[in-house]
């Protein structure tokens, strides 16, 4: 958010102002070395920017830097008229101005991984912007060497020419498209998919796909994934074997969803989910890729999917208290099935010596109504729990770091955490040993947890362990009204005036044993241990069955 914001204005900056500098140098002053040299850091600078804003246009930019270099070389070769230079300068114009408008066709292209296809051209397109900054740098090179003109204006040629060969097979793909779909719309036939997992969601946001990649599988129906967002073509692909899919327009969406398809499932409320749903052919199924008290677990969007999955009767009952109205026979029980994995502790452990407790603060979510996040008052907390002997698992939501604020305050208890480390000896895992367990290694490793409201807790829940929720709203006995699974766990005061009595009932006494375990049934369904999982694959295997053999389920 603001930090992103800032890196973004951070690369502008440099960028333009090494081209500017490096213009002036060399149009303006003899120093032609310090000119090609600024030259040079001024293309790293517009590097570096196209990795933090991948769309950023660096026209003007790299139009300053090619004319800076031309100028630097004229001034080099010092023989009046170059026609090779010329012919260089006008290559490099057309290649300066088509690369935006073809990798920007070439974004607009269907991708996909997992499949027999390969699709090079709009790769190639996407990285031209990269190439031409490669290529600028190779002629600041000739220029510094004082190489013949000639080499210079081999290389633009050949780029240009891949340039040409791109833009001529992206306007056919454009005015000439194939009958019957691509490449990748032939292989999604011959794949058969009976269902699909539909997911736009902004950047760092793949774990809400990867964490139900393997019960999707269990299914045992081909499937595959529908993304809506570039970067997360890799990262996805690489959790899965099934087909995955970037359609960044509506034709390739459309080009995508083959008639075998019956189903299509959701993991969040993202606006784009809008441009599936209208696929009436198709039941859509909302997963949700958490179960938690927060408000936007009770979105009335979910109204729009025929059918909402959720973990127990407790997210039925959160819907009806936030005034959203949906028809029950919308909602399926099916408990939360990445749950299954986790240990079940079924007595309670008192009176703990040297405890692990672990503590996930959540981030400071998009609105303020679901800023729930405890890390600007964690500090005193940390430090009671390290005089009482606990190690720590610090593990933070992963959006923590585009609040600057945020990152600074976990950054705070990291240091704390570490340097108590070194100096107890305790086991503490923060940072990237943190973020490289999962959560359920994490669950399995502690005796306690501390938690912000967030769908930590109802996994936490399954454990049987105890738990304690930070009231960040300072809303006192109002707190277990809005949020009830915090009812069965200890709450933490926004001042954390009451730290060490809750320590003392999360890692001593635990007098919610008891009413944990009737909690865990609400939240998380009556399923038994051995096959959990079992709840959610029913469920969905019964969306994909032929409409005349489908069996008359209870829903709730």
């Known amino acids: 958010m603001r930090g992103d914001l800032v890196r973004k204005l951070a690369a502008r900056c440099l960028s333009t102002g090494l081209a500017v500098l490096a213009f002036v140098v060399l149009a303006l002053t003899d120093a032609t070395g310090w000119g090609l040299a600024l030259a040079v850091a001024a293309l790293a600078g517009s590097a570096a920017e196209q990795r933090i804003r991948p769309t950023a246009d660096l026209v003007a930019e790299t139009t300053l830097i090619a004319a800076a270099i031309l100028v630097g070389y004229s001034r080099r070769l010092d023989d009046g008229l170059d026609l090779a230079l010329v012919a260089t300068a006008l290559v490099l114009l057309g290649l300066v101005l088509l690369v935006g408008p073809l990798r920007t066709a070439g974004n607009l292209e269907i991708r996909a991984a997992n499949l027999p296809v390969r699709a090079w051209t709009p790769l190639i397109a996407d990285r031209l912007g990269t190439a031409l900054l490669g290529l600028l740098a190779v002629v600041a090179l000739a220029a510094a060497l004082t190489l013949p003109a000639g080499v210079a204006l081999a290389a633009t040629v050949l780029l240009g020419a891949g340039a040409g060969a791109v833009a001529l097979d992206l306007a056919r793909r454009r005015f000439r498209p194939a009958v019957g779909g691509g490449a990748v719309a032939r292989a999604l036939r011959r794949h058969e998919p009976e269902f699909l997992l539909y997911f736009s969601a902004p950047p760092g946001s793949e774990y809400q796909v990867t964490m139900w990649l393997p019960y999707l599988r269990r299914i045992g129906r081909p499937f595959l994934v529908v993304l809506r967002e570039p970067e997360f073509l890799a990262p996805i692909a690489a959790a899965t074997d099934a087909p995955v899919v970037y359609c960044p327009t509506l034709r390739s969406l459309d080009e995508a969803l083959v008639p075998s398809l019956r189903a299509a499932f959701y993991v969040n409320h993202g606006a784009k989910n809008s441009h599936c749903i209208r696929f009436t052919q198709l039941t859509h199924v909302q997963l949700h890729h958490g179960d938690s ?23 039925i009952d959160r819907y009806a208290r936030a005034g959203v109205q949906i028809p029950a026979d919308k909602f399926v029980v099916v408990g939360r099935p990445q749950v299954e994995s986790i240990e079940v502790r079924p007595e309670p452990a008192r009176g703990l010596a040297q405890p692990t407790v672990l503590y996930t603060p959540t981030w400071t979510g998009h609105h303020a109504d679901a800023d729930y996040c405890s890390l600007p008052v964690a500090e005193k907390l940390l430090r009671r729990l390290l005089e009482r002997g606990a190690t720590v698992i610090l593990r933070a939501h992963p959006y923590t770091a585009q609040n ?32 490289e367990l999962s959560l359920t290694e994490c669950v399995n490793r502690s005796d306690a947890l501390v938690s912000d409201v967030s769908g930590v807790i109802s996994d936490y829940l399954y454990s049987g362990k105890p738990y304690a929720v930070t009231d960040m709203g300072d809303e006192g006995d109002r707190f277990t009204e809005r949020f009830p699974l915090a009812g069965s766990g200890y709450v933490l005061r926004r001042d954390m005036s009451n730290v060490d009595e809750v320590l003392t009932d999360l890692l001593d006494t635990d007098p919610s044993a008891e009413a944990r375990w009737t909690t865990r049934r609400r939240y998380l369904g009556d399923f038994p241990a051995e096959s959990y999982a079992e709840g959610f694959l029913s469920a969905a295997r019964r969306e994909l069955a032929p409409a005349q053999a489908l069996p008359t389920p209870a829903r709730v």
């Not at 009335?300 to 997210?315: K, L, M, N, T």
């Open 293 to 315: 008290d927060k408000a936007p677990s009770a979105n009335p969007v979910s109204g729009i999917f025929d059918r909402i999955f959720v973990a127990g009767p407790a997210a």
């Open 404 to 435: 600057p604020a945020s990152a600074r305050q976990l950054a705070r208890l990291t240091e704390l955490l570490v340097a108590d480390r070194a100096r107890s000896g305790r086991p503490h895992i923060v940072g990237a040993a943190a973020r």
